[in-house]
């Protein structure tokens, strides 16, 4: 198995404005952005677009991903979970307590994770694409003074993440296991599972792609590979069945978020939001 058999990119961007997950134009930003890229980042509200836009085109040549065409990666998907305001008070107030940030891209969602206070010393990030890393660092300016460890690594691989046994005590999972085919999907939640520690009250949240019909859907910047999408219950049926243990789960969907300047491209699309948590 592997994660990203090829990686189609374009380097036309007449042919990148014909797809729906190419962002033309820079989006308007909330204001809890503009703060986070003043205050953490140091950067002048002039500033600010030109500097996101560099970053992300050059990120588009690593990879074709919506979440990059997309300007997504600007939403901090961690902070639109319900169980976030929770696991950033587990963080803060339980000792050594470890995140884990799985398919982490740049780090977006660890570095508003540290902006909401938590140690930056005790979350790890991971991807299979150092280059995201790498540009994560460039993005947010803080190659001097985030803590947060990266590793770089294959899901698939089976020794991959295997001295984190049982380790964290909130594993963060967004954009990613929606990538792949159900089988591969099973795969991926057990090692979250076996990656989590066994403590009650240890939890699992993130965001993907969602559908009403779940089944095999062509994988968007990836000509011939296939992802398969969940709804609700496709989602907790998947995990009740092939992970054990007692778990509290709660999964709903709801339609993207609408962004000023790119209202076209993501009106009418699905998200699905979850949150696992051990009994």
């Known amino acids: 198995m592997s994660s990203v058999p090829n990686k189609p990119t374009s380097n036309n961007k007449e042919d990148d404005k014909k797809l729906w997950y190419w962002a033309p134009t820079f989006p308007e930003l909330p204001s809890s952005t503009i703060s ?87 979350i790890v990030g991971v991807d299979l694409e150092k280059p995201f890393i790498d540009l994560g660092f460039e993005l947010f300016k803080d190659k001097e003074s985030l803590k947060a460890q990266f590793q770089v690594g294959d899901i698939f691989q089976d020794q991959f993440l295997h001295q984190y046994e049982g380790y964290f005590d ?32 240890s939890i699992v949240l993130g965001r993907q792609v969602g559908t009403k019909e779940p089944g ?20 907790t049926n998947m995990w009740r069945q092939h992970v054990t243990g007692d778990w509290a789960i709660t999964v ?17 699309r699905l998200s699905l939001i979850f949150h696992m948590e051990r009994r």
């Open 36 to 122: 986070l890229f003043q205050h953490y980042c140091q950067l002048s509200p002039d500033e600010i677009a030109k500097h996101i836009e560099h970053i992300r085109d050059k990120a588009w040549q690593i990879y074709n991903y919506p979440c990059i065409g997309l300007y997504r990666f600007l939403e901090f998907s961690v902070c639109m979970n319900p169980k976030y305001e929770e696991i950033v008070n587990k963080m803060k107030k339980e000792e050594g307590a470890k995140l884990l940030d799985l398919g982490c891209c740049f780090g977006q969602d660890i570095r508003r994770l540290v902006v909401d206070g938590v140690d930056s010393k005790n």
């Open 170 to 201: 909130v594993i963060h999972v967004s954009s990613f296991i929606h990538l792949f085919e159900y089988d591969q999907q099973v795969y991926i939640i057990k090692k979250i599972a076996k990656t989590l520690s066994s403590k009650p009250g």
């Open 252 to 268: 709903h969907m709801k339609e993207w978020e609408v962004v000023s300047g790119i209202e076209d491209r993501t009106a009418g």
């Open 216 to 235: 095999n859907y062509d994988r968007a910047g990836a000509p011939g590979q296939l992802m398969y999408r969940h709804n609700e219950d496709s989602f």
